[in-house]
């Protein structure tokens, strides 16, 4: 028996909102298109900028001119943020979605160093929107492919949570072992920092600030570099498995009316996130 799916009832938007909806969420329209372009030019040099202030020379001769260039950005990304909100059917929707939180910390870090000054410096964020080039240039076929990747990190979550419990818990008996073995004069002088030491060489970095002097700690370390090397293939192992499982499937660059969900089936009728008629 098949239950009919629920029909969404909510009021459709008036005729400017949809209009504005076009040009801002679609790309298959002119204008949505150089919208879109026009978006990606802006977020490039804001954070161009924002890197530039991070240099002692160019914030001494122009950091006024650098300053106020960011607060223009900020200003244009906060009203282009308000409309988005405005010409969708359910703001709250957008709004906690991913584009709808990267779209919000685009703009908060600059309110933000009014009250924590150095914090405008994590504007570098709104590179992430920098993500609907993908949309704009119809490279829907990477859309597909990033959808398959999040669908094999949901899959393959718990037993990565199960592995990386498994690793805590060697690098905490390695940890201590090695306390046990060497002495202070060697560096290890707690437990917690030769856990440190433990996870530096268990993950094959090996900085070198602290190393075992005694032929037993050296064969300790030697066993965990080895054993490193084995650990590191396993998660490696479990995504492309879950890789494998996920079927792609063809996407569009349709986006929702009422909450802006992007990356839908061609055949969609219904947004997969809220339910509304596409």
């Not at 969420?25 to 150089?34: Q, V």
């Not at 590179?127 to 949901?154: D, G």
């Not at 690098?171 to 290890?188: A, H, M, N, P």
Request: hydrophobic fraction near 50%.
């Amino acid at each position: 028996m098949t239950v009919a799916r629920p029909q969404y009832t909510r009021k459709p938007l008036s005729p400017w909102r949809k209009a504005l909806h076009e040009v801002i969420f679609e790309a298959d329209t002119p204008a949505g298109r150089w919208f879109d372009i026009i978006l990606i030019a802006t977020i490039l040099c804001s954070v161009a900028v924002v890197m530039l202030e991070s240099i002692a020379s160019m914030r001494e001769g122009h950091g006024g001119l650098l300053r106020a260039l960011e607060w223009i950005f900020t200003i244009l990304f906060s009203i282009e943020y308000l409309i988005r909100l405005l010409c969708v059917g359910r703001p709250v929707r957008y709004a906690t979605s991913f584009f709808g939180v990267v779209d919000l910390l685009a703009v908060a870090p600059t309110y933000l160093s009014l009250l924590l000054p150095g914090s405008q410096y994590l504007m570098v964020i709104r590179i992430l929107r920098v993500l609907r080039i993908f949309r704009v240039l119809k490279l829907v076929q990477y859309v597909a492919e990033a959808r398959v990747l999040t669908e094999a990190l949901r899959a393959s979550h718990r037993k990565i949570t199960v592995f990386l419990f498994m690793v805590l818990t060697s690098v905490v008996i390695l940890g201590s072992l090695i306390y046990l073995i060497e002495d202070e004069s060697s560096g290890f002088t707690s437990i917690p920092r030769s856990i440190y030491w433990a996870i530096v060489t268990l993950t094959t970095v090996g900085y070198g600030d602290i190393s075992p002097q005694t032929a037993l700690g050296q064969g300790l370390a030697s066993l965990i570099m080895i054993l490193g090397f084995s650990i590191i293939a396993i998660p490696t192992g479990i995504m492309s498995m879950e890789i494998a499982r996920a079927a792609t499937r063809p996407v569009s660059t349709q986006a929702c009316p009422e909450c802006g969900a992007e990356g839908h089936d061609t055949d969609a009728r219904f947004c997969k996130r809220c339910g509304a008629r596409l």
